[in-house]
């Protein structure tokens, strides 16, 4: 029997973006802890708005342009890791794509034999990604699906809501992760801004909350 090349390397991705795989994406919120503690997010339809803010004016947009350049192998994958670290918004951002990226590295080199330094979490998984053959958009919208997942689930256990309505919150954002991944794909350097500024400032008001679930 004959193995189709792009569904295995599509499995080997998905493996590495799934919960399943060691980076501890569960312990981090992304700010989102901060935000529903004031209130802000308080039900699947806020929840929904926020996760689609960040995805498409916030660091959702800028990780998916990183990734896909880190894909291509242009500019350096160091150029690119310095980059991503510049844009975090806080520490517990920043925090967040190092430890993240430092372990999905370290999993993935143990798991093919590599030697590649650990980077920021897009970066990482750019480089990575560059030997299974799949298109840049491809590789962006598994990558933000697996990014918008983490946060579903952060809202459902904090909020909390339920697993099917958390459920549909995600699939009612699969079309615009499709489109963010598309321009993704075509973007340069310059195309990376931010405007999600409720986001940030909630990241940044996590690092001293008095009691926190999450890591950011």
Do not use: K
């Amino acid at each position: 029997m004959s193995i189709d090349p792009q569904a295995d390397a599509l499995l080997v991705l998905n493996q590495w973006l799934s919960p399943a795989f060691p980076v501890g994406g569960f312990a981090w919120s992304h700010g989102l802890e901060t935000a529903i503690a004031d209130g802000d997010i308080r039900d699947g339809a806020t929840l929904e708005d926020w996760i689609g803010a960040v995805l498409e004016r916030g660091s959702g947009r800028s990780d998916a342009i990183l990734l896909c350049h880190a894909l291509r192998g242009a500019p350096a994958a160091e150029e690119l890791d310095a980059l991503a670290g510049a844009l975090a918004a806080s520490h517990e951002r920043w925090s967040e794509t190092v430890e993240q990226g430092a372990a999905f590295t370290r999993t993935v080199n143990a798991l093919t034999g590599a030697a590649r330094p650990a980077r920021a979490l897009p970066v990482a998984v750019g480089e990575a990604a560059a030997g299974l053959g799949l298109g840049a958009g491809t590789v962006a919208a598994l990558y933000l699906q697996a990014f918008a997942g983490n946060l579903v689930s952060a809202g459902i256990r904090f909020i909390p809501l339920g697993q099917t309505e958390g459920q549909g919150v995600l699939s009612r954002l699969r079309p615009r992760i499709l489109m963010l991944a598309e321009e993704a794909a075509g973007a340069g350097l310059d195309g990376i801004g931010g405007a999600a500024f409720g986001a940030d400032l909630a990241a940044m008001r996590h690092e001293t909350q008095d009691v926190r679930l999450f890591r950011s």
